[in-house]
């Protein structure tokens, strides 16, 4: 375990860069990949990026 919430931000910074392949949950609206996945109130998934705010399904 991290001694620190650095040293594991580190970790995963370092595993983001390694990856090649683009994700598939790229804000459409603004292709940040800061992007939530949210359960809606009848059981569907959507997604919010939290950038820009914009929601899809």
Known sequence: ??????????HLLDAAAIRKTPTLLDCPSC???HVAQVLGDNGGIFYVCTACGHSWS
Request: avoid cysteine; charged fraction near 25%.
């Open 1 to 10: 375990m991290p001694a620190s919430i650095l040293e594991e931000t580190d």
């Open 31 to 33: 292709g940040s990949v």
